[in-house]
């Protein structure tokens, strides 16, 4: 048997070492070189777009994505949730899964529709008329004729609803029903219009906006009231009550991620928690061209910035978070034509071409087209690209 001295053993050591430091260095230097490249991945944007179309593959174009034909119509009507896209035509809703294979068919009578959709919901209604459907899947849940005339409609992502109804001998009313579309109670407003309304993800609270026009001046109010209280004792309902800003019109009301109530103004945005009152955003800025802004996302709002420069047009999404107030930037060449989001998507479309962004802002695919889109209806997970004829489905 043979005996390992000393200095074989001192030699296998370092040997050892010597393995270990050039693993180091081998894995050191990969890390290195992959902060860089993502540096210059975030900084640079004709490397980050040269990486995005032929490294992650996602540039894609209208003949590589499944497609459903249309009846040659302008009275179609396209919309996603969860996992569907519904054509409404004439009283019929028809849904097709993302293969483009038809999923269900539903009798509802609407002509002229007025939706919103929060998670695996479409709430849909017809325009100042009285039929509200609430629709969950491949069902109808609940169905009702209401007094007086839909005016507006929400519904949070447990399937809670509220209606703003005008036409009556009040300004507004507004109607709350539980998912299963049982009316909880119905606020009154004699005085002043509603003008959106919204339901808390823990459905304890509705919020709405309302502006009263007695007198020369136009004022906006935010009032939360809740939802227990207002069936048990109404007087002791009103949680708080926020007066808008004199040179603000309120557009739309959203609750977001955390409870956070979020209130669009025509030339401002404000987040509403506990009662209190900030402006987190402008849509309205001093040498800035601000074309447009939306806060229907699941914890941001965004507004798009064009700029001139020499004889192109550039055009930057800013999208702050509302609860971090961290900004992320998303800059493009062209004109955007039309806005469309949901949940943390966003939608850019430029006419032939589409930018499909995350509110992190980072490219998540890029649509290009033959023709002229119509219209863009989008999901937490896919695309409908909309055109006379057809429906180009994209995954996102």
Same mark, same amino acid.
């Given at each position: 048997?043979?005996?390992?001295?000393?200095?074989?053993?001192?030699?296998?050591?370092?040997?050892?070492?010597?393995?270990?430091?050039?693993?180091?260095?081998?894995?050191?230097?990969?890390?290195?070189?992959?902060?860089?490249?993502?540096?210059?991945?975030?900084?640079?944007? !004709?490397?980050?777009?040269?990486?995005?179309?032929?490294?992650?593959?996602?540039?894609?174009?209208?003949?590589?994505?499944?497609?459903?034909?249309?009846?040659?119509?302008?009275?179609?009507?396209?919309?996603?949730?969860?996992?569907?896209?519904?054509?409404?035509?004439?009283?019929?809703?028809?849904?097709?899964?993302?293969?483009?294979?038809?999923?269900?068919?539903?009798?509802?009578?609407?002509?002229? !529709?007025?939706?919103?959709?929060?998670?695996?919901?479409?709430?849909?209604?017809?325009?100042?008329?009285?039929?509200?459907?609430?629709?969950?899947?491949?069902?109808?849940?609940?169905?009702?004729?209401?007094?007086?005339?839909?005016?507006?409609?929400?519904?949070?992502?447990?399937?809670?609803?509220?209606?703003?109804?005008?036409? *009556?001998?009040?300004?507004?009313?507004? +109607?709350?029903?539980?998912?299963?579309?049982?009316?909880?109670?119905?606020?009154?407003?004699?005085?002043?219009?509603?003008?959106?309304?919204?339901?808390?993800?823990?459905?304890?609270?509705?919020?709405?906006?309302?502006?009263?026009?007695?007198?020369?001046?136009? +004022?906006?109010?935010?009032? *939360?009231?809740?939802?227990?209280?207002?069936?048990?004792? !109404?007087?002791?309902?009103?949680?708080?009550?926020?007066?808008?800003?004199?040179?603000?019109? !309120?557009?739309?009301?959203?609750?977001?991620?955390?409870?956070?109530?979020?209130?669009?103004?025509?030339?401002?945005?404000?987040?509403?928690?506990?009662?209190?009152?900030?402006?987190?955003?402008?849509?309205?800025?001093?040498?800035?061209?601000?074309?447009?802004?939306?806060?229907?996302?699941?914890?941001?709002?965004?507004?798009?910035?064009?700029?001139?420069?020499?004889?192109?047009?550039?055009?930057?999404?800013?999208?702050?978070?509302?609860?971090?107030?961290?900004?992320?930037?998303?800059?493009?060449?062209?004109?955007?034509?039309?806005?469309?989001?949901?949940?943390?998507?966003?939608?850019?479309?430029?006419?032939?071409?589409?930018?499909?962004?995350?509110?992190?802002?980072?490219?998540?695919?890029?649509?290009?087209?033959? +023709?002229?889109?119509?219209?863009?209806?989008?999901?937490?997970?896919?695309?409908?690209?909309?055109?006379?004829?057809?429906?180009?489905?994209?995954?996102?």
């Amino acid at each position: 048997m043979k005996i390992i001295g000393i200095d074989d053993i001192e030699k296998k050591k370092k040997q050892l070492n010597q393995k270990k430091l050039i693993w180091t260095i081998i894995i050191s230097t990969i890390i290195i070189i992959g902060i860089v490249v993502f540096c210059i991945y975030l900084g640079n944007r !004709p490397f980050r777009e040269f990486i995005d179309k032929y490294i992650f593959m996602k540039n894609i174009t209208e003949n590589n994505v499944t497609s459903i034909a249309l009846d040659d119509s302008e009275n179609n009507y396209i919309y996603s949730y969860d996992r569907y896209i519904s054509v409404l035509n004439q009283n019929t809703l028809v849904g097709y899964n993302t293969s483009g294979n038809k999923e269900y068919e539903l009798s509802v009578e609407i002509i002229n !529709p007025i939706v919103d959709i929060n998670n695996r919901f479409l709430l849909i209604a017809e325009k100042e008329k009285q039929k509200i459907y609430l629709i969950s899947g491949k069902n109808i849940v609940w169905e009702k004729d209401l007094d007086g005339n839909i005016s507006r409609i929400s519904v949070n992502k447990n399937g809670y609803v509220s209606v703003i109804i005008s036409g *009556t001998t009040y300004k507004s009313i507004i +109607q709350t029903f539980d998912n299963t579309g049982k009316e909880m109670f119905k606020t009154y407003l004699s005085y002043s219009i509603a003008m959106d309304s919204d339901i808390s993800n823990d459905n304890k609270n509705l919020s709405f906006v309302e502006i009263s026009t007695n007198g020369t001046l136009v +004022q906006s109010i935010i009032k *939360t009231i809740s939802i227990q209280k207002a069936q048990d004792t !109404p007087s002791e309902s009103t949680l708080y009550s926020i007066t808008s800003p004199s040179d603000c019109i !309120p557009l739309n009301l959203k609750y977001q991620d955390g409870n956070r109530l979020i209130c669009m103004y025509d030339n401002c945005v404000y987040c509403i928690k506990d009662g209190n009152a900030e402006e987190i955003f402008k849509l309205k800025e001093d040498g800035k061209k601000i074309t447009y802004g939306s806060t229907e996302l699941s914890a941001s709002a965004f507004r798009v910035i064009e700029k001139n420069i020499l004889l192109s047009t550039e055009s930057t999404i800013e999208i702050l978070n509302t609860g971090s107030k961290n900004i992320n930037m998303y800059t493009l060449d062209g004109t955007i034509k039309e806005v469309y989001c949901y949940d943390n998507v966003i939608a850019l479309n430029l006419g032939t071409e589409v930018h499909f962004i995350g509110t992190n802002g980072w490219l998540i695919k890029k649509y290009t087209s033959s +023709q002229e889109i119509k219209n863009i209806t989008i999901n937490s997970n896919f695309a409908a690209v909309v055109y006379k004829d057809k429906i180009e489905i994209i995954n996102l």
